[in-house]
């Protein structure tokens, strides 16, 4: 009973050590892509640093860096309670197997001694025919043998405790290790994310040497912004509009043809099966959209793809997400989709079939938008297009190249989606990069 209940103590914390190897793992995991990015970043920031003057660019890169650099933080200080959760059970773990051991020495021991003072052959038989009959002299020599048994067993419980003890030992000791050189880290990273904040005052000052520039730049890009918005919704004003003439042309025209054959045959009565939904003056904007089987199924198609629609650059990363968000000084603004961070000159693709609406300049970068059906996807801040008004694309088809911008050096595409007029988030529509 004894030997059960250590069983079951050790089974409990086996897993409990297995959740916490499991949770030690993902933390490590989470520390060596937050290492990678730092250094990535800690690269470009070299290279931007290198100008005499400094650039929103590096404040941009130092922002990032200090994120992630306290993020990396908070996840070493995560990784160290995990340790000394793990620290604390071994403990505890060696201290009740050297409890079990020593209790299982003390019970081997007395048995022990007591075999020591029976082991003679003489002592046995007499203890075996000192029975008053045949039936306790059988017991009495059953009892002999389950003492040599037992006194077996306890020396195979001693033996595997003891193995199970050292193993322990040495995982605390390694645990122990683990969490001084994360100790160490977790100092390093402290003194190099004070070291960057003192860098982000540093270009902050440099800055505001240049903040009437800087407010210009920023202007700039607002108007470039509100005038992005405007064509957006202008272009699908116009699609909404021309669908609607279209559909009512087409239902007229059906409708025509109808009475020209119902003539022909002789009848009065006038039946029209159109193709097209019927469009009326309040039909809405979706009707309007879907009116044809084509763009139906084409809207049906782009909704089926929800969550894996390929990202508008082979190589990416978020800038800038959907919604409510504050710049550099602070000023609330609103983002309708999502800035996406690439390559310089990289190529950006159209992330699912239909058909070129419209291609605007906007203070010198193009815009290009494609409609899905009842969906319409935008793609901005393009150098360059390889598309026209009309033309058919396919899913990843490269439609342009990215526009670098000379005052930061960073290449971002903003990518727009829309249902109507209404923008949607790209975050439930684009695949998980």
Same mark, same amino acid.
Request: charged share 25%.
């Given at each position: 009973?004894?030997?059960?209940k250590?069983?079951?103590?050790?089974?409990?914390?086996?897993?409990?050590?297995a959740?916490?190897?499991?949770?030690?793992?993902?933390?490590k995991?989470?520390r &060596?892509?937050?290492?990678?990015?730092?250094?990535?970043?800690?690269h470009?920031?070299?290279?931007?640093?290198?100008n005499?003057?400094?650039?929103?660019k $590096?404040?941009?890169?130092?922002?990032?860096q200090?994120s992630?650099?306290? /993020?990396?933080i908070n996840?070493?200080? +995560?990784e160290v309670?995990n340790?000394?959760?793990?620290?604390?059970? +071994? %403990?505890n773990?060696?201290?009740n197997?050297?409890?079990?051991?020593?209790?299982?020495?003390k019970?081997?021991?007395?048995?022990?001694l007591?075999t020591?003072?029976n082991?003679?052959?003489?002592n046995?038989?007499m203890?075996?025919f000192?029975?008053?009959?045949?039936?306790?002299?059988?017991?009495r020599?059953?009892?002999l043998?389950?003492?040599?048994?037992?006194?077996?067993? $306890?020396?195979?419980?001693?033996q595997?405790?003891?193995?199970?003890?050292h193993?322990?030992?040495?995982e605390?000791?390694?645990?122990?290790?683990?969490?001084?050189?994360?100790?160490?880290?977790?100092?390093?990273?402290?003194?190099?994310l004070?070291? &960057?904040?003192?860098?982000?005052?540093?270009?902050?000052?440099?800055?505001?040497?240049?903040e009437?520039?800087?407010?210009?730049?920023q202007?700039?890009? $607002?108007?470039?912004?509100?005038?992005?918005?405007?064509?957006?919704?202008?272009?699908?004003?116009? /699609?909404i &509009?021309?669908?609607?003439r279209?559909?009512?042309?087409?239902a007229?025209?059906?409708?025509?043809?109808?009475?020209a054959?119902?003539?022909?045959?002789?009848?009065?009565d006038?039946?029209a099966?159109?193709k097209?939904r019927?469009?009326?003056?309040?039909s #809405?904007?979706?009707?309007?959209l879907?009116?044809?089987? /084509?763009?139906a199924?084409l809207? +049906?198609?782009?909704?089926?793809?929800?969550?894996?629609?390929?990202?508008?650059?082979?190589?990416?990363?978020?800038?800038?997400?959907f919604?409510?968000?504050?710049d550099?000084?602070?000023?609330k603004?609103?983002s309708?989709?999502?800035?996406?961070k690439? %390559?310089?000159?990289?190529?950006?693709?159209?992330?699912?079939?239909?058909?070129v609406?419209?291609?605007? %300049?906007?203070s010198?970068?193009?815009?290009?938008m494609?409609?899905?059906?009842?969906y319409?996807?935008?793609?901005t801040?393009?150098?360059?297009?390889?598309?026209?008004?009309?033309?058919?694309?396919t899913?990843? $088809?490269?439609?342009?190249?990215?526009?670098?911008?000379?005052?930061?050096g &960073?290449?971002?595409v903003t990518?727009?989606l829309?249902?109507?007029? #209404?923008?949607?988030?790209?975050k439930?529509?684009l695949?998980?990069?």
């Amino acid at each position: 009973m004894k030997f059960l209940k250590v069983l079951f103590f050790l089974v409990c914390v086996f897993a409990a050590i297995a959740v916490h190897a499991q949770s030690s793992a993902e933390l490590k995991h989470q520390r &060596e892509v937050l290492t990678q990015q730092l250094e990535q970043l800690n690269h470009e920031y070299e290279e931007t640093a290198n100008n005499k003057r400094a650039t929103l660019k $590096q404040l941009n890169l130092l922002k990032q860096q200090i994120s992630l650099r306290e /993020e990396k933080i908070n996840n070493i200080n +995560s990784e160290v309670r995990n340790l000394d959760n793990q620290i604390s059970e +071994s %403990n505890n773990f060696v201290h009740n197997l050297q409890s079990q051991l020593d209790q299982l020495k003390k019970e081997y021991a007395a048995m022990v001694l007591f075999t020591y003072r029976n082991q003679s052959a003489y002592n046995k038989l007499m203890f075996v025919f000192a029975a008053s009959d045949f039936n306790q002299a059988y017991k009495r020599l059953k009892y002999l043998q389950q003492i040599g048994d037992y006194r077996v067993r $306890q020396a195979g419980y001693i033996q595997e405790t003891q193995t199970e003890l050292h193993v322990k030992i040495n995982e605390l000791d390694k645990n122990k290790k683990e969490k001084s050189i994360l100790l160490v880290d977790q100092v390093k990273e402290k003194a190099t994310l004070g070291k &960057e904040k003192n860098s982000q005052v540093q270009v902050v000052a440099d800055l505001s040497k240049h903040e009437g520039q800087l407010k210009q730049q920023q202007q700039d890009v $607002q108007r470039k912004i509100a005038k992005t918005n405007r064509e957006i919704n202008n272009a699908i004003r116009r /699609e909404i &509009e021309a669908a609607r003439r279209k559909a009512e042309e087409e239902a007229k025209a059906e409708q025509k043809a109808a009475a020209a054959k119902a003539k022909a045959a002789g009848s009065k009565d006038i039946v029209a099966i159109p193709k097209t939904r019927l469009i009326t003056k309040t039909s #809405t904007d979706s009707e309007v959209l879907n009116a044809t089987p /084509e763009a139906a199924k084409l809207s +049906s198609d782009f909704l089926g793809n929800r969550g894996s629609l390929p990202w508008p650059v082979a190589n990416g990363s978020l800038r800038q997400g959907f919604g409510v968000y504050y710049d550099n000084e602070g000023i609330k603004n609103e983002s309708y989709g999502w800035d996406i961070k690439t %390559n310089p000159g990289a190529s950006v693709r159209a992330v699912f079939q239909g058909e070129v609406t419209s291609i605007k %300049n906007i203070s010198g970068t193009f815009l290009v938008m494609i409609k899905h059906g009842e969906y319409f996807t935008v793609y901005t801040n393009l150098k360059s297009f390889f598309v026209k008004e009309g033309q058919k694309v396919t899913t990843k $088809q490269v439609i342009g190249t990215v526009a670098t911008d000379s005052s930061t050096g &960073e290449a971002i595409v903003t990518f727009d989606l829309y249902k109507g007029y #209404t923008p949607v988030n790209p975050k439930i529509w684009l695949v998980s990069n």
